[in-house]
């Protein structure tokens, strides 16, 4: 591929603009000093972090990877705004870590690629920051934990919630006894998604390696309406994969862990547009004295997500259409807290507004924190194991609704369902060759 050259590009969104006033070098830092890592995966959301991770100056982006070389152009131009040296473009990601001045791989590909990925680049002696849902499945997510620790690697999740103070204070304010004993917490995810085209089979594009796309999926003919978004050979869903940001965040501000049962009732009730994976969710996490409900839409257009005008500012949401808002209910007082910088706000008793604390986005600080850590070798803000139990609970919502839509219980210990192998059949997932998650990482 022809080199493409330098030209001022980042992809603008207020939270772009944020993020990179933040990050943006104070001075130049040597070559020696940098953390040098590879992007693994450059569409929207890897293009965004390869720019952000070159806007620091103790980071250097030495490799741009992807199967769709139509990705490059735009993924080079966000890292060439920020660093005068141009990371090598290469189509499979072995390159990166098979080159030992590679520190640490970015993870960002569709979500059957999550764990493989992960795992070789652990094993290559790689730290990871690896987007979410952390992985496709229950058993996935536990091999993933168990390589991080075996061979001692900083794995971060992209939960970049976890790093928001707001957050952190609104924890700190509930576990202080601000809204009394908590018995019950409300996850609204309610969204617009558009359909998904079917699509006929077609020649596969130039400048596309396809049957590595597939990676460790079934090969199928290729289609532009099979994406992965909505397949369950690829892809988590649309709900678990944007909604586990606030599962996440719903985990962190109570402090639990894994649920002792979960249900679900859920199904594709509104698209006709072949998809495999619900539309629709009401699930329901039980922590002995308290429920986590989940209640989650892809067809709610009055459902809005926080305005890129509210978030980074001192403004609170419109609480009662806010998409991703999160509804803390306790014996002496109830918190809203919404996602994206939406900030918090407590009433008491008698509904009487008590306290506000606006919030800003955790984005910068969270990969400032992931690349603090791979020099520090302290766990990160989001840790894979962290990232495990709250992509869990999608994964215990998905599987539900596949058996029948009834209560499971789940051992965390054996990473199971006792006694139940119309569940277990779901824990994992059928491999091609070569592209297979090992049972000994």
Not at 43 to 55: I, K, P, S, V
Not at 164 to 178: D, L, Q, T, V
Not at 222 to 231: A, C, N, Q, V
Not at 265 to 275: I, N
């Amino acid at each position: 591929m022809k080199p493409i050259g330098r030209r001022e590009f980042f992809r603008n969104s207020a939270g772009a603009a944020a993020a990179l006033s933040l990050l943006a070098p104070g001075k130049s830092v040597p070559a020696s000093d940098r953390v040098r890592i590879g992007i693994m995966g450059v569409g929207g959301r890897g293009t965004q972090l390869a720019g952000w991770f070159a806007a620091m100056p103790d980071v250097e982006v030495a490799y741009l990877c992807d199967v769709n070389q139509r990705r490059f152009e735009r993924s080079l131009e966000a890292v060439s705004a920020h660093q005068d040296y141009e990371p090598e473009l290469v189509t499979d990601f072995r390159r990166i870590l098979d080159d030992p001045e590679v520190d640490a791989l970015v993870n960002a590909t569709p979500d059957h690629w999550h764990a493989l990925g992960a795992i070789m680049a652990c094993r290559a002696g790689k730290d990871v920051y690896v987007e979410k849902p952390l992985s496709l499945n229950i058993w996935e997510g536990a091999q993933m934990v168990r390589a991080a620790r075996k061979y001692e690697r900083v794995v971060q999740v992209g939960l970049q919630c976890r790093s928001s103070a707001y957050a952190a204070a609104a924890a700190e304010f509930i576990k202080s006894g601000g809204i009394g004993d908590v018995h019950l917490a409300e996850v609204v995810f309610q969204m617009q998604h558009p359909a998904v085209p079917k699509g006929d089979e077609q020649p596969v594009p130039p400048g596309l390696d396809w049957d590595m796309w597939c990676g460790p999926g079934p090969l199928v003919p290729y289609s532009p309406g099979r994406w992965w978004f909505e397949r369950w050979d690829y892809s988590t869903g649309g709900i678990a994969g944007d909604a586990v940001h606030q599962l996440d965040l719903a985990r962190m501000l109570l402090d639990i862990g894994y649920p002792e049962a979960a249900y679900a009732d859920g199904g594709v009730r509104h698209f006709d547009d072949g998809r495999e994976i619900p539309d629709t969710q009401i699930a329901t996490f039980e922590y002995g004295g308290l429920t986590l409900l989940f209640k989650a839409t892809l067809w709610t257009p009055y459902m809005k997500k926080i305005p890129h005008s509210i978030r980074d500012s001192d403004t609170i949401p419109a609480w009662e259409n806010c998409s991703t808002k999160i509804v803390v209910q306790g014996t002496a007082g109830m918190m809203n807290f919404g996602r994206h910088g939406g900030g918090w706000q407590v009433y008491d008793e008698n509904y009487e507004l008590v306290r506000t604390e606006p919030g800003r986005q955790g984005d910068a600080a969270h990969l400032r924190n992931f690349i603090d850590c791979v020099r520090s070798r302290e766990l990160p803000a989001a840790d894979v194991e962290q990232g495990h139990i709250s992509t869990l609970l999608c994964h215990l919502s998905n599987v539900s609704c596949r058996v029948g839509n009834r209560k499971l219980v789940f051992d965390p210990r054996n990473q199971s369902f006792p006694g139940d192998p119309e569940a277990n059949a779901y824990l994992g997932r059928t491999y091609r060759e070569p592209w297979v998650v090992p049972a000994e990482v």
